[in-house]
């Protein structure tokens, strides 16, 4: 009866381990579920133009996925409407695991706002990839000199009402900017813009007055005096930019992080959201390649599971939703 019984046990504990951990062969060792995926080409959308924050960090860890998946890891460039257009193109593809959607915070915004009637609970979160670099507030020094302070520029604008241009991705997270810094009391002209690769041809060609962009992408146009820096975007201060206070510390209610995520179809099947997912944790966490290119971009690795980077946007969105009716007024 004993022996029985020991049997019964261990069977039952087999059984356990097997559900825990998924298929497994007659050896006991993990067997892939996913068909034999990836067997093609994998396409990334990256729903802004090319040189922006999203599409660079997607083009750095594309190219070591290629080798990790032993498949060609593609990008795709469609910009458009807030980020939504690439969205909406990869929400409808088929959910087989070839078509990836890069996005973070911008696609609550286009949700919250009414733009769209979709949002992150119609894909498959895949993992949080990557955290961009700060966003921050930029002039050109050249355009207005004498512009050193966040609060110069405030000053400016109450002065003359409407005649500085800052600039705002409608339905992207650059919108919430737009309305924070106009209900703290600036008084903007705020136009609409593409994606950061496009915001940095603008403030450069003095297109514009003020924009937003990512620390790694003005680096060099600071050291040369061309951009001058006037509020860091982020929550908090960061260990990059000590010296430069957050729109938060200046008395504006708007603080966020770029947290680049991968996205797949809704319906996608699970093994492959986690084969992709455990590819990129792969990388993100033993590569000393990209651990340099990311340190270049003033970024450190950043990782997040499907749990855990549903729970961060389903985070994300309740607050948003807290302060729906003031993003709707624009």
Request: neutral net charge; aromatic residues 8%.
């Amino acid at each position: 009866m004993k022996k029985v019984l020991m049997t019964i046990l261990a069977s039952v504990f087999a059984l356990s381990a097997l559900v825990a951990n998924g298929t497994a062969d007659k050896k006991g060792e993990a067997v892939d579920t996913t068909g034999g995926w990836p067997k093609k080409a994998i396409n990334i959308v990256v729903p802004f133009a090319a040189g922006g924050n999203s599409d660079v960090n997607a083009r750095t860890i594309a190219k070591y996925l290629t080798k990790e998946l032993k498949q060609p890891v593609v990008i795709t460039n469609v910009a458009g409407s807030g980020g939504t257009i690439g969205a909406a193109q990869v929400k409808n593809a088929a959910p087989d695991g070839y078509t990836v959607l890069v996005h973070q915070i911008s696609m609550h915004m286009a949700q919250v706002s009414g733009m769209v009637d979709f949002g992150y609970m119609d894909f498959e979160p895949v993992c949080v990839f990557s955290r961009a670099s700060d966003e921050v507030l930029i002039v050109n020094t050249e355009q207005h000199p004498d512009w050193n302070t966040y609060e110069d520029v405030v000053n400016a604008t109450k002065k003359e009402p409407g005649k500085y241009k800052l600039t705002a991705n409608t339905g992207a997270s650059t919108q919430w900017i737009g309305i924070a810094v106009q209900a703290a009391g600036a008084q903007f002209n705020v136009v609409s813009s593409g994606g950061s690769g496009e915001r940095l041809q603008l403030i450069l060609g003095n297109h514009v007055d003020v924009t937003e962009l990512n620390f790694s992408q003005i680096v060099d146009y600071v050291k040369e005096r061309k951009i001058k820096i006037l509020a860091n975007v982020s929550a908090e201060r960061s260990s990059t930019l000590r010296d430069v206070p957050t729109l938060k510390e200046l008395g504006v209610d708007c603080g966020y992080s770029y947290d680049n995520t991968f996205f797949m179809p809704k319906g996608t099947d699970q093994a492959i959201v986690n084969k992709f997912a455990e590819a990129c944790e792969k990388i993100i966490t033993s590569n000393a390649d990209y651990k340099v290119e990311m340190l270049k971009l003033y970024q450190e690795p950043n990782y997040k599971n499907p749990s855990d980077t549903k729970a961060l946007y389903q985070s994300q969105y309740e607050d948003l939703m807290k302060i729906q009716d003031q993003i709707k007024k624009k």
